[in-house]
């Protein structure tokens, strides 16, 4: 099966009520992971890459293991898609390399750190939208600004300080025609999002609620969304880690979001909190070893059940097989006949 569009996937996660997590990737142990955890739970896949990631693998090579992994998996319906993508240069370079997926993230200024005005992300946004939706490729947005910083890309903060406002969103969403709309509602990228479990004073769920209440129409993005399990962090620390302690966005808000319009659910850390676990099991247990598919097998291992674990909990599992693939050719075509009907 080829790699499929995004909008396709999110809207099938809509109808069933479900959403899909979207898990970051920068080799081919974590792509096969995410692949045979969707193997073993039946779920469909969107995997992504930022920019960092695209470098770090000169993204050629993690193309080529997308479409190996599109071959091996030919039952699971898998989109590739670009994680914060800063400029609509970095957005047509993906498309051009055979992403079927974008984020624009107009949030922020090309530098990927300081806000920009909400006309500049408009006026970007857009311009991805036209150049995407003319090959059926799918486009995620942002509006308002997330915390932290990932890959470089963040304007650092708790991510209190631009919560996305629900007038705004309604506007861009009519402005540019996006796909998916990410909101920032308080999470933040990165291990450190909370000092302690969150509460409604710092994970803006009722924001979220409003936005989809106005927006009932659009997929709706939470980045930012590891829970950070207190087990993971346990297990890097046991080994010699030194994580401080931290607590993540907790799964029954996630289902809380998914039960408002939350169809994309982006999840990094917890990932890397497993692979790094497992590695460092192994490097304590048996220091002797040197061969490195003694560790990293067990870290893919770990990946596996942690996203295993998100596919089941986010409702995405058991629906590979609902659906047969819309090619990005027939996808261009609706976008075109929406746009005439518009
Ligand atoms: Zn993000």
Redesign the pocket.
Known sequence: MPLVSMRQLLDEAAKGGYGVGAFNVNNMEQIQAIMEAARETKSPVIVQA?RGARSYSQDKFLYHLMLAASELYPEIPTVLHL??GNSFETCKSAIELGFTSV?M?GSLKEDGKTPSTFEENVDVTRRVVDLAHSKGITVEG?IGV?GGI?DG??AGGTGLEHITDPDQAVEFVDKTGVDAL?IAIGTS?GAYKFSKKPDGSVLKMDRLIQIHKRLPQTHLVM??SSSVPKDLQDIINQYGGKLKPTWGVPVEEIQLGIRNGVRKI?V?TDNRLAITGAIRKVFMETPEKFDPRDYMKPAREAMKKVVALRMTQFGQAGHANDYSPISLAEMKKRYESAMAHA
């Open positions: 930022s994680d914060h984020m993230d942002e997330l990932e890309h963040g990410a990228h980045h930012g982006n990094d």
